[in-house]
């Protein structure tokens, strides 16, 4: 029996895996009749269970006693990939971790095949790490050694932004020159490409790609900007010493603001370092907000909570920070012109990405026929602005912001694997 090939969208927010079915690409209900998983998981310390996606924030958000991560796939090509974190009483290294994340994926779409599954095509960003080939190459490799060590026998790669065209393709009824944006929680990726219904019939559309680039912003570097901006500063950032000499040392509260770094922090010794900052602060009420944060390994929560209302800005002109436990009550009211005042300069990075996509295809803006915009990014204001608004002249089609990268890897895995 010969066995099906998927296509595996590990994303830093949210994941998806497509497979075929007549022919059709579909997404695999991967959680609660959902195609959509949160890239999380939480290890109870509880009953040493592991949970996975809605049901991992479920677990942390609840209260339970464990260790929750999320945004794995920016710990790819970094040096903490050579580390090891201590889950209950053991030390793992993120390679593990991840491949227990893509172990569960690949045990719920081969239930849904009725077969086992050793063939996939993985999705990956035009650039996991911004201007470092090296860098780069690791974390692709690192990505399939996880994949590998779950039974994946037969990898490829395809351009994430390439697997959103090669979905939209099946629609298409006349040859156009379309720029694939695709911005999703840990990098923006843009693709040149010629699509076509000859085209879409092609095993290999390297002449039909014009250029791609990437750049390492997303959803979570905008969470991390807001929080920085509009949240921080109450737990402390920015605060001066007593004697007016120094301010706060800013690193705790990047840390804090950043997805996949906030379990760094949970240790006895930043707390003690914290403990120490607050007798020195100017303003030491707002270092005690920070130590109430970690007392109660609240980080993630507030993480949720800024998530949450960069989200509610996309139809609402202001939203709420709120964070209550015992020995704090934080609430923060960010209007919509203050989170685009933050993230001024992430979207000139994602302007100066896609004109260095036009530059590399030597083409001028006015060629372009059609903007596909993917990932859940593109839904920002400011965002959608910004990738739409250098072409007056294409037609913009919202594809499925969470979905099309799955389905179009799964019509690559046909290509690749037959």
């Known amino acids: ?51 996975f996606g809605r049901k991992a924030v479920f677990e942390y958000v609840d209260g339970a006693e464990g260790r929750f991560m999320r945004a794995l796939k920016s710990v790819l090509g970094t040096s903490l990939m050579e580390e090891t974190t201590r889950v209950g009483r053991e030390r793992l290294h993120f390679g593990d971790i991840i491949g227990l994340f893509l172990k569960s994926l690949k045990a719920t779409a081969e239930t849904a095949a009725g077969a086992p599954i050793d063939k996939v095509v993985l999705g990956r960003p035009v650039h996991f790490v911004d201007d470092d080939a090296a860098a780069d190459r690791t974390a692709e490799d690192q990505l399939a050694a996880a994949a590998r060590a779950q039974g994946f026998s037969q990898i490829e790669f395809q351009f994430e932004p390439v697997a959103a065209a090669l979905n939209y393709e099946r629609d298409v009824t006349a040859e156009e020159l379309a720029l694939v944006v695709d911005i999703g929680g840990g990098t923006s990726d843009f693709t040149v490409i010629r699509l076509s219904p000859q085209g879409a019939e092609k095993p290999d559309r390297s002449d039909d790609i014009l250029a791609s680039s990437g750049v ?5 570097d905008f969470d991390r900007v807001l929080s920085l901006a509009e949240v921080m500063p109450s737990l402390g950032m920015g605060t001066a010493t007593a004697d007016g000499k120094r301010r706060m040392p800013v690193w705790y509260f990047n840390d804090l603001a950043t997805w996949h770094r906030i379990n760094l922090l949970y240790t006895p010794k930043i707390a003690r370092d914290l403990f120490e900052l607050r007798r020195e602060s100017a303003d030491p009420d707002k270092l005690s907000r920070f130590l109430k944060i970690l007392e109660h390994r609240s980080g993630h929560r507030l993480a949720g909570k800024v998530e949450a209302a960069k989200i509610a800005l996309t139809d609402a002109g202001e939203a709420e920070v709120w964070l209550k436990e015992t020995g704090l009550d934080l609430s923060q009211t960010i209007t919509r012109p203050a989170f685009e005042a933050a993230v001024e300069s992430l979207v000139a990075g994602i302007t100066g990405s896609i004109l260095d996509c036009l530059a590399k295809a030597g083409i001028e803006a006015s060629a372009i026929d059609t903007v596909l915009l993917t990932g859940g990014s593109t839904q920002i204001p400011v965002v959608h602005r910004a990738a739409t608004g250098l072409f007056p002249g294409a037609r913009v089609v919202e594809s499925d912001a969470f979905g099309s990268v799955g389905l179009g890897l799964a019509v690559d895995a046909k290509r690749k694997f037959g």
């Open 216 to 220: 390492h912003i997303g959803g979570t």
């Open 1 to 51: 029996m010969t066995q099906p090939a998927c296509g595996l969208d590990f994303g830093t927010t949210n994941s998806t895996l497509g497979l075929l079915r007549g022919g059709v690409p579909h997404l695999v209900a991967l959680e609660d009749g959902q195609a959509t998983i949160p890239s999380a998981m939480f290890f109870s310390l509880e009953d040493h269970s592991t949970h």
